[in-house]
T-cell receptor, first 111, second 114 residues
Framework: QKEVEQDPGPLSVPEGAIVSLNCTYS??????FMWYRQYSRKGPELLMY????GNKEDGRFTAQVDKSSKYISLFIRDSQPSDSATYLC???????????FGTGTRLTVIP | DTAVSQTPKYLVTQMGNDKSIKCEQN?????MYWYKQDSKKFLKIMFS???????INETVPNRFSPKSPDKAHLNLHINSLELGDSAVYFC?????????????FGPGTRLLVL
């Protein structure tokens, strides 16, 4: 079993829809949870960063962490065609440098 | 201003050759990384350096050798290239700020081994 599991998609939604992206993990020592956005032929760009459990909101993006279920989510409200990209979740143990990535979910927002 | 830069952006070479990829960060970060992204977009860490010292060395063939001449640079040298080495290689850097650590990625180097 991989440390981090993520549905690769692809996921297509109409413009304006709410998008839900999810990852599950097996390592209970993970404390830091990140979401990266990667446009085609570009490097991953950090979107959201959460420590431990809870919610974090930034504009149209909301990150949720449920440590009891080992489940994290990224919600995108009012999705835009410019949100079309691959979204990768990543996780880190406290004091460690080794980021574990999901495989990424490819999202297409159709105008 | 490019925070993390890599050269070259594209590299096409033949099996058996030796090649290097260079990475530089101007963020003043202490830690730098090399990741390999395969055709399925899966990102896997290869190496991590902190203040020029190797701290992570995942299961990577010893044909891959990182070199950090100073804190701002982490180069990746690959000997005897194989077809399976074809991938996108990303450099990243990070700095712990309190309890937070964010990693900044370079644009990637697309390596194609023929």
């Amino acid at each position: 079993q991989k440390e981090v599991e993520q549905d690769p998609g692809p996921l297509s939604v109409p413009e304006g829809a709410i998008v839900s992206l999810n990852c599950t993990y097996s390592n209970s020592a993970f404390q830091y949870f990140m979401w990266y956005r990667q446009y085609s032929r570009k490097g991953p760009e950090l979107l959201m960063y959460t420590y431990s459990s809870g919610n974090k909101e930034d504009g149209r993006f909301t990150a949720q962490v449920d440590k009891s279920s080992k489940y994290i989510s990224l919600f995108i409200r009012d999705s835009q065609p410019s949100d079309s990209a691959t979204y990768l979740c990543a996780m880190l143990e406290t004091g460690a440098n080794n980021l574990f990535f999901g495989t990424g979910t490819r999202l297409t927002v159709i105008p | 201003d490019t925070a993390v830069s890599q050269t070259p952006k594209y590299l096409v070479t033949q099996m058996g050759n030796d090649k290097s990829i260079k990475c530089e960060q101007n963020l003043g970060h202490d830690t730098m990384y090399w990741y390999k992204q395969d055709s399925k977009k899966f990102l896997k860490i290869m190496f991590s350096y902190n203040n020029k010292e190797l701290i992570i060395n995942e299961t990577v063939p010893n044909r891959f050798s990182p070199k950090s001449p100073d804190k701002a640079h982490l180069n990746l040298h690959i000997n005897s290239l194989e077809l399976g080495d074809s991938a996108v290689y990303f450099c990243a850097s990070s700095q712990m700020t309190g309890f937070e650590e964010t990693q900044y990625f370079g644009p990637g180097t697309r390596l194609l081994v023929l």
